[in-house]
């Protein structure tokens, strides 16, 4: 039982990354833009998160310095599409290939630094319940804030006149213009807030989940980011589901080797794709669906003279 408990404790914690970069794509894609540049920013949020701790001894500094890169970068991308009109699925894919290159480039002589020893947190008396205690109580405060990022996305987006807004402006950027919003800069704060917590995704991936650098150390992360938001069909709680979901998948095959499971590791590695390819496939199924729960606008551009 000890085994399973520790098992369940280390999906969280791997969930937690997936979660928190699915829950900024939703916002991006709630205000109409596609961003498939999340791999590239994970990559680059995570190797300025990994240097800053090196240098500095603070984790907090190095989340900070990861948001700060990935709501720069979102910046950036969010200029070429809201304000130039660039292809939002080509201009993704250039920044998601720059972030893979960059951030390899940079962070060579970074490969081999180690961070201070991490500390370990427990929450008083709960921390010490057998089995529980250790599965849902001796996570990194990180793991509790992405639940409570759900349910303060839950209430902006359903219950807030900004988070109306915003909705708005994803399902028709037309009306909302008509109404006198602001379209082009209320998509370009969303593709920012979406990229700040896709560098908080990033740099929680090298500082507390794994921690260590090397190049490519996102594996795909963002894209399986980008793939929650539509298995969970745009809603907060339903990423939060999927990612410990994917969490769970991902540390299954560290669970089967340990175990001794005669099968071949590449086969093991595999599955958090093989899994996202499946739900993918089965939701497809039902465009219909999709089409009911998906922002009208996503991914179109908006001209406001036009």
């Known amino acids: 039982m000890e085994a399973y408990s520790l098992l369940f404790a280390a999906m969280l914690n791997a969930g937690t990354v997936l979660a928190i970069a699915a829950l900024g794509l939703l916002i991006n894609e709630k205000a109409g833009i596609v961003n498939l540049g999340a791999e590239g920013m994970l990559l680059c949020a995570a190797l300025a998160g990994f240097v800053t701790v090196v240098h500095t001894g603070s984790d907090w500094l190095g989340f900070a310095a990861g948001m700060g890169a990935g709501a720069l970068l979102a910046a950036i991308f969010g200029v070429l599409v809201i304000w130039l009109n660039t292809n939002q699925y080509a201009t993704g894919l250039a920044l998601s290939l720059f972030g893979a290159g960059f951030s390899a480039f940079a962070g060579i002589k970074y490969v081999q630094e180690k961070l201070p020893e991490r500390a370990h947190f427990s929450i008083p008396v709960l921390g010490d319940i057998p089995l529980i205690g250790p599965a849902l109580f001796r996570q990194h405060p990180m793991v509790y804030l992405a639940i409570a990022l759900v349910a303060w996305l839950i209430w902006f987006l359903y219950k807030s006149r900004t988070g109306l ?22 998509r370009l704060l969303a593709v920012i807030a979406g990229g700040a917590l896709c560098g908080l995704a990033g740099s929680y991936l090298v500082i507390i989940y794994t ?13 399986i980011a980008l793939a929650l938001t539509t298995f969970a069909t745009w809603r907060p709680a339903r990423v939060l589901l999927g990612a410990y979901l994917f969490g769970g998948v991902t540390m299954l095959q560290f669970h089967f080797q340990a175990s001794g499971v005669d099968i071949p590791s590449q086969f093991l590695t595999m599955l958090p794709y093989l899994a996202t390819i499946v739900v993918l496939a089965l939701i497809s199924r039902n465009p219909a669906w999709i089409r009911a729960n998906m922002p009208a606008s996503l991914g179109k551009p908006f001209y406001p003279g036009s």
């Not at 090397?214 to 992360?221: F, R, S, T, W, Y």
């Open 211 to 223: 921690p260590l650098w090397v190049e490519g150390i996102a594996a795909g992360k963002g894209w």
């Open 165 to 186: 807004v915003l909705r708005s402006v994803g399902e028709s950027p037309e009306s909302a213009h008509a109404l006198g919003y602001p379209v082009r800069r209320i």
